[in-house]
């Protein structure tokens, strides 16, 4: 492919940018970024995404895509090398399966477990811990969930290998003990440990700092609420 | 294709098989319906889909394949050479139509969804203005995926045509009982064109859900999970 203008609008710290930066790192397609704050959204960026006003969109000859998942099909349809989805029909729903559980299962249950403290907590761990089992399971027998290679669902769940250490390291609690999940607790040292994944994990003095004052601001919400 | 081949697992009232049923029309397939009850999941159900325990779920050859619009993508790619395509040939095309899809999902339907349930009149009045707000979107994306064309993929249902269309039975049943006009000839003259031609679309016609018996059968649905709901 020629003359492409391909366009990346990411925040330093969305994990569901850093899935574009990956699939685009991965497939050595060439691209310009372009980062935003949250609390002060370019013109720009509402234009291409007036839906939902977030990050990530990508933009490929003028045309915006957004929500990290379809942009991720649209970058494995358009750039063909390193494919991250099978070419079976079976392979490549079930791909899709695991993405969407990361999402809506997983992803939630880890938020809530690290947003929450008391009761609350307790029980968005327990939701936690039987949404991993399910990921454990479907690791058994491979080394990344894509096989060999990394796939969409490697870099659906990516955002587990960082930012569930950055968790552990401000609650205190372990999220992902190995113990109990080893073959993730592997499959988070060997994602992580990918050159292209590696060189663009954001700083992490950084991640834990923001994340200690969303943390923070969750709890005293939660006070303020019973009173 | 032999029947015992393929199978879907589903229930006349749910939008989601709905929509696997409209793929499977396309395709001229046929394959066993195994009807569930409300509140009664089987055992070849919680077997196919233990993770989430719900419809549709599609056995083809000894595999599962569950979530609705993963299956329409999956009978599309088995079944490519089969009735027309679904999802539109360029990767921007499928990219609109996935990015509405997903709205759809996350946004409309659970608001939908909400405004029959929910009782206190803030939420109500909430779920009404996101479900509008999402029509109006819809109509305005209708314009221009279409091009002029009948449905959302063009000459014929594509996939965008499914995940809304699905809908339909519910946005009706949800205009009788909260009193609402959703999809209207004046506020949105192309939905409300593009649902007539949807409905009786022959992949459609004998699938879609009598809206009489539908209506009936909410109310019992909207008790039930107000009664979970109001335990809050």
């Known amino acids: ?227 | 294709m032999a029947e015992s081949d393929l199978a879907l697992i589903g229930a006349w009232q749910s939008p989601f098989v709905l929509r696997a049923r409209v793929a499977l029309n396309i395709k001229n397939l046929q394959y066993v319906f195994h009807e569930e009850t409300f509140g009664n999941k089987s055992e070849l159900l919680l077997k196919s889909n233990p993770v989430h325990k719900k419809i549709p779920v599609l056995l083809h050859s000894g595999k599962s394949i569950c979530e609705s619009l993963i299956i329409v993508e999956y009978i599309d790619e088995v079944w490519s050479s089969s009735g027309h395509a679904i999802l539109p040939s360029d990767p921007y095309g499928r990219a609109i139509a996935r990015f509405w899809a997903a709205y759809i999902d996350e946004k409309f339907f659970p608001s939908l969804r909400s405004i029959a349930v929910v009782q206190d009149e803030a939420g109500k009045k909430a779920a009404v203005e996101q479900v509008i707000t999402g029509i109006s979107l819809l109509e305005k994306a209708f314009g221009e995926s279409s091009k002029g064309k009948p449905f959302f993929g063009g000459d014929h249902i594509g996939y965008l045509d499914i995940a809304f269309g699905g809908m339909l039975g519910w946005i009706k049943v949800t205009e009788t009982i909260a009193g609402l006009k959703l999809i209207d000839p004046e506020t949105t003259p192309q939905l409300a064109q593009w649902a007539e031609k949807f409905i009786h679309d022959p992949a459609v016609s004998g699938v879609f859900p009598d809206i009489g018996t539908l209506t009936e059968y909410s109310k019992v649905v909207i008790a039930k999970l107000r009664g979970s709901a109001g335990a809050k």
């Open chain 1, 1 to 227: 492919m020629g003359d492409e203008e391909v366009k990346l609008f990411r925040t330093w710290s969305s994990p569901y940018a850093l899935r574009i930066v990956w699939a685009l790192k991965l497939k050595g397609v060439e691209y310009e970024t372009i980062y935003e704050e949250v609390s002060h959204k370019s013109d720009l960026l509402i234009g291409y995404n007036p839906i939902h006003k977030k990050v990530p969109v990508l933009v490929h000859n003028g045309k915006p895509i957004a929500e990290s998942l379809v942009i991720l099909e649209y970058i494995d349809e358009t750039w063909k090398q390193h494919p991250l989805l099978s070419d079976q029909p079976h392979q490549r729903a079930l791909a899709r399966f695991w993405a969407k559980f990361g999402d809506e299962k997983v992803l939630p249950a880890i938020w809530e477990a690290f947003t929450k403290q008391g009761k609350e907590q307790e029980e968005a761990l327990s939701t936690a811990v039987e949404n991993l089992k399910y990921l454990e399971e479907e690791l058994k027998g491979k080394k990344l969930f894509g096989g060999e290679e990394i796939g969409l669902v490697d870099i659906a769940l990516g955002w587990l290998a960082n930012l569930v250490s950055v968790f552990e390291e401000i609650t205190g609690l372990k999220l992902i003990p190995e113990e109990k999940f080893p073959l993730l607790f592997n499959w988070m040292q060997v994602f992580a440990d990918i050159p292209v994944i590696k060189e663009s994990w954001p700083p992490r003095d950084k991640l834990v700092a923001k994340f200690h004052s969303i943390r923070e601001a969750s709890l005293a919400k939660e006070a303020e609420k019973d009173k």
